[in-house]
């Protein structure tokens, strides 16, 4: 089972950034999550989409801003982010587990670095 994520780096508040998560090794029928985690504070998770009935969940402080999707075709789920916040700022994981209500992965990422300037 491995997860990739890709698509972070630096913007300014107010921009724009596409992240990927790459799954390959299970069958996509699995939850995908992004969760993120800045320093000195836990893991949080952001959106979730599950792949066997479309479904999907956002926290309250992404909703309206953040879109999650995926391509099952390309075993890929994207976490498109719009006007971003210097609070969103954080390493990004992808996490794969059986239904997003566990909001728990079993599989995680190694994690890809956003930074919002303000």
């Known amino acids: 089972v491995q997860l990739v994520e890709s698509g972070g780096g630096l913007v300014q508040a107010g921009g724009s950034l596409r992240l990927s998560c790459a799954a390959s090794?299970?069958?996509?029928?699995?939850?995908i999550g992004w969760f993120r985690q800045a320093p000195g504070k836990e893991r949080e998770e952001v959106s979730c989409?599950?792949?066997?009935?479309?479904?999907?969940y956002y926290a309250d402080s992404v909703k309206g801003r953040f879109t999650i999707s995926s391509d099952n075709a390309k075993n890929t789920v994207y976490l498109q982010m719009y006007s971003l916040k210097p609070e969103d700022s954080a390493v990004y994981y992808c996490?794969?587990?059986?239904?997003?209500?566990?909001?728990?992965?079993?599989?995680w990422g190694q994690g890809t670095q956003v930074t919002v300037s303000s």
């Open positions: 989409i599950d792949n066997a009935d479309g479904s999907t």
């Open positions: 090794g299970f069958t996509f029928d699995y939850a």
């Open positions: 996490g794969a587990m059986k239904d997003c209500a566990l909001h728990l992965p079993n599989y």
